[in-house]
């Protein structure tokens, strides 16, 4: 559809009824356009909502919405009994796209394209499923069983009047009261031995890892990761300019005999002892002992990922690995988001007494400090016994959704898959016989079961080598068990079974 104004120029309006977008922002932003380029003239009149409405067959109030915007961004200004007009004088961003559009034989800045690390750190991504979908994406925990009614309750407590040590700027390790809370939780639930002055409040596992790898080694470092490990891992050692290396991962956990072999001159080995991610194996006491003595004998550090040691399904969790350490080397790291939900951010570190002041400072000079916003609201969770009320029902809701899942495969899949062994996490670990999906890759199934509306994630993303182990990890614990058998379903059309 196309109007005539004033001076005789034909505006090519097309408005799609179908579209996403709502038909006012379509008008809104051909109209701009049209002023952008030129071709609306400065002082052109326009025609009047009412015409242009007809003209479009769309409503008045469409037209005068798209008109708003223009007239309060300064592209339309309307003069008392004439109409409106396209300003003489249009906003600044205008002037500076009409002079490239005017000039196009302009040299352009030259641009450098990604570093290699930029393009190293975007290419991580690609093993992640839809966390949006939630059969069967990891680490994703029940949103609808979280008490949100004391978390609002405790948040606006904390906010409806709340003390100037708030509202300024903050303490860079984070609320005192809230690393206090901490520190009681960890040395109760994990056997972490430590003081609110060690603990570093940070927005999630992956900065954890960034900060010490800033304060800790020297650009250029090599760390060791896990084999398979959590991309994150690898994201953050690039992020922060170290090097990433891998040491296998077997029934044992890490063996870090067998990556200093590999890359002797590590400085820095990251490591999940209580549930390793994704094949869900724990570190035995030999290993975890093996692993100090590593760190002290070469001068290295050991960063523990305890990421949802909390769910542990037998017995009692497993005491942290920072428990066991004598010589101040290992900086142990956990996060709110997988017990809590996702888009709370806040994670601490827990680093050695004598480093407590290093890491403080440094955190201050690349961050400020964290958010309070939620702060105050946790260390008040925590403190009244809603965290440890809230893990315990979590924990037996889980526990019943792993077994209900577990059982289903089995049933469905009898032979052609096998679940590794895991009294714990959020996730189970789905491994390929030889006769399943024959020439099919675990990453083509997880695309194909994401065309169905089932995220899961291929096993083999996990690896930074080449490998041929195939499978797939299946987050259960948002999943209600009445849902399982459908997204079992979908799960098997995508294995073509």
Not at 72 to 101: C, N
């Amino acid at each position: 559809m196309a109007r005539r104004v004033s001076d005789g120029t034909v505006l090519p309006l097309s408005l799609d009824r179908h579209a996403a977008e709502p038909m006012h922002r379509q008008l809104y932003d051909q109209m701009r356009a049209l002023i952008l380029d030129g071709r609306l003239k400065a002082g052109s009149r326009l025609p009047s909502s009412r015409t242009l409405s007809r003209e479009l067959a769309i409503s008045r109030n469409t037209v005068t919405g798209a008109f708003d915007q223009l007239f309060a961004e300064g592209y339309l200004v309307g003069k008392v009994g004439a109409g409106s007009f396209v300003s003489d004088e249009l906003p600044e961003d205008a002037l500076s796209l009409r002079k490239v559009v005017q000039n196009p034989g302009a040299r352009k800045p030259r641009r450098q394209g990604l570093s290699q690390r930029g393009a190293r750190l975007a290419a991580l991504r690609g093993g992640r499923s839809n966390r949006g979908t939630p059969a069967f994406a990891i680490g994703l925990p029940d949103l609808d069983s979280f008490p949100f009614d004391v978390w609002s309750r405790l948040m606006t407590k904390a906010w409806r009047r709340p003390p100037r040590a708030l509202l300024a700027q903050a303490e860079p390790a984070g609320y005192l009261p809230l690393r206090q809370a901490i520190v009681d939780y960890l040395a109760t639930a994990r056997g972490v031995r430590c003081e609110a002055e060690q603990v570093i409040i940070v927005a999630g596992v992956q900065q954890a890892i960034g900060l010490a790898c800033h304060v800790l080694l020297d650009e250029g470092d090599v760390a060791l990761m896990e084999e398979p490990g959590y991309p994150g891992v690898r994201g953050a050692l690039l992020g922060a300019g170290i090097r990433p290396a891998t040491a296998p991962v077997d029934l044992e956990g890490i063996d870090i005999d067998a990556g200093e072999a590999k890359v002797p001159g590590a400085r820095l080995v990251c490591v999940a002892p209580s549930h390793q991610y994704p094949l869900g194996v724990t570190m035995t006491l030999a290993r975890r002992l093996k692993l100090l003595d590593w760190a002290q004998r070469t001068d290295g550090w050991v960063l523990e990922d305890d990421y949802d040691s909390e769910y542990r399904y037998s017995g009692r969790p497993l005491s942290a690995l920072q428990g066991l350490d004598r010589d101040g080397r290992v900086v142990y790291a956990g996060s709110f988001s997988k017990v809590m939900f996702p888009s709370l951010r806040i994670g601490y570190l827990v680093v050695p007494a004598d480093l407590a002041d290093p890491f403080r400072l440094a955190r201050a000079a690349l961050d400020d400090h964290p958010s309070t916003i939620a702060q105050p609201a946790l260390a008040a969770f925590i403190e009244e016994g809603h965290f440890a009320a809230h893990l315990r029902r979590m924990r037996r809701l889980y526990a019943e959704r792993r077994a209900a899942l577990d059982a289903m495969l089995k049933d469905r899949l009898g032979d052609r898959i096998i679940i590794a062994p895991s009294e714990a996490g959020m996730h189970l670990l789905a491994r390929f016989t030889p006769d399943i999906a024959p020439g099919k890759s675990d990453r083509e199934i997880q695309s194909r079961a994401a065309e169905l509306g089932v995220a899961v994630s291929a096993l083999s993303a996990y690896y930074a080598d080449e490998t041929t182990d195939r499978g797939l990890l299946l987050g259960f614990s948002a999943v209600p068990i009445d849902a399982m058998p459908e997204a079992v379903n979908r799960l098997m059309r995508a294995l073509d079974l």
